[in-house]
């Protein structure tokens, strides 16, 4: 291990988390708050990224210092990205602000807060600005912007790219990063212009924007978008929700014009077959309930399906208290996730693709036993290795699922506030169902399932591996 690098790069990363700062310090200084959370967390900051980028290090730079500086990065970024909301003061514990920071940063959306619009202006920009600095990834910002990381650009992406596979545009792992940050910047510019356009001030709509674009759950209102009941909102909402849910491959592809290609993603087409079948049984089992004609229940179905497949998390309807079988469909949603290589969480479509294959070779195998057949996505060959690896991160997933429901039940709540607050916080959902749900916060819970939780939005984002490699002895060994 070459812990003198992996800390290099650590500091690096901890320097442009400074710069990112200055942000919500405009914002506090443009409505006349105080500064001062802002300020002290950029010296800190400043002094940690300056000790630790100056460290020399040999260029020697593997898989393992790859997952491990991955770990150690978003660890570190979700507890400095903590800081500001402790010296603002207006929340009750430091447990509490680490919840809401590794909730910000992992596009979780989950909340202790009571009553958001209580805060600061500044507080809630950085609060929603964590959202998309996490939604496409803190290291392939990085990547985009060090031209000195270019030579362990390769593992670190292997690290952080959520999916199966790693997305690679261009030969060069910094031109790709550059590119879907300029994908992500445009999409973002072009959500906070609709919103205005709808009516929304221009800070709602930027801070909106950075939750859409990070499919994250934070919003400025307590009401999430319930507080501006309009149906074009919910409209943009929902369609640009389901677009950061979409592999960013294809949006250079439809910039290439190679819209063939785009067809022929059966991750895609599996997506949308999905969003489809889940809003019009929603909307099915809703029309007796609302008593307002299809058109409204499909409406309510559509914005809450593509913000629980999204892992968004908002709401302008109190879903929990929806009939059981909309819940389930939900809870069904909340496992299956994004596409691979979005901003959004789950387990990801490409895995439950992989997933329905292997289960059909293996009922195949056992009927045909000299039948030889092989995986295939986008018609190209999955290695048995790649299969491995999905059925392994399966495993791992449930297991993590099911430790921290049963550590949160020691709180005492019910089963369905427990299962649903570790699922809801491992798939990077945001709220869940009864007293965690979209109308209501985690702040009942104990500070050890707070800290339960933000370990597993961690884990969700960073897709288990890299933070199971940073807690392995053996990864540490010859440092």
Wanted: proline share 5%; charged share 10%; with cysteine.
């Amino acid at each position: 291990m070459n812990l003198r690098l992996v800390l290099n790069v650590v500091g690096r990363v901890m320097l442009i988390e400074t710069l990112t700062l200055l942000f919500p310090l405009a914002v506090a200084l443009i409505y006349g708050e105080s500064p001062l959370p802002f300020l002290y967390t950029m010296a800190i900051l400043a002094i940690l990224g300056a000790v630790l980028s100056a460290l020399p290090a040999k260029q020697s730079f593997f898989a393992r210092e790859g997952f491990c500086t991955v770990g150690l990065i978003w660890l570190l970024t979700g507890t400095a990205g903590a800081l500001p909301f402790y010296f603002s003061g207006a929340f009750p514990s430091f447990v509490d602000c680490i919840f809401e920071s590794f909730s910000g940063f992992t596009t979780t959306g989950a909340t202790i807060l009571t009553d958001v619009e209580a805060l600061p202006r500044g507080i809630q920009f950085w609060r929603c600005f964590s959202h998309w600095l996490g939604g496409m990834g803190v290291l392939i910002l990085a990547t985009a912007v060090l031209p000195s990381l270019s030579g362990q650009s390769q593992h670190l992406a292997r690290a952080e790219t959520p999916g199966p596979f790693v997305l690679k545009l261009v030969p060069r792992q910094p031109r790709t990063s550059k590119i879907l940050y300029g994908i992500y910047c445009a999409m973002t510019l072009l959500v906070i212009v609709l919103l205005c356009a709808a009516g929304l001030p221009l800070y709602d709509a930027a801070v909106h924007a950075f939750s859409i674009a990070g499919t994250g759950g934070f919003s400025s209102k307590n009401a999430s978008f319930a507080f501006y009941a309009d149906p074009a909102v919910d409209l943009i909402v929902s369609v640009f929700t389901l677009l950061f849910s979409l592999n960013f491959g294809l949006f250079y592809l439809a910039l290439c014009r190679r819209f063939r290609e785009i067809w022929k993603s059966e991750e895609l087409r599996f997506f949308l077959l999905v969003v489809t079948l889940a809003t019009v049984l929603i909307a099915w089992d809703l029309d007796p309930v609302y008593h307002q004609g299809v058109l409204e229940s499909l409406r309510y179905a559509f914005f809450h399906v593509t913000s629980v497949i999204s892992t968004s998390g908002f709401f302008t309807e109190d879903y929990a208290l929806w009939p059981h079988f909309s819940q389930m469909v939900l809870v069904l949603l909340m496992f299956c996730g994004s596409c691979s290589n979005s901003t959004g969480g789950g387990i990801k479509c490409a895995r439950v693709l992989i997933l329905l294959r292997a289960l059909r070779r293996e009922l195949h195998r056992l009927v045909h036993p000299k039948a030889v057949e092989v995986i295939r996505l986008d018609g190209r060959v999955v290695e048995d290795r790649a299969v491995r690896t999905v059925l392994v991160f399966l495993g791992c997933y449930m297991l993590i699922l099911c430790g921290a429901g049963l550590i949160i039940s020691l709180d005492g709540y019910s089963f369905s506030i427990s299962f649903s607050s570790a699922l809801a916080s491992l798939s990077n959902v945001g709220p869940g169902l009864e007293l965690v749900g979209p109308t209501g916060n985690f702040s009942a819970l104990s500070p050890l399932s707070k800290l339960v939780m933000s370990a597993c939005m961690v884990i969700g984002r960073l897709e288990i591996f890299p933070i199971l490699i940073l807690l392995t002895p053996s990864a540490w060994r010859h440092i």
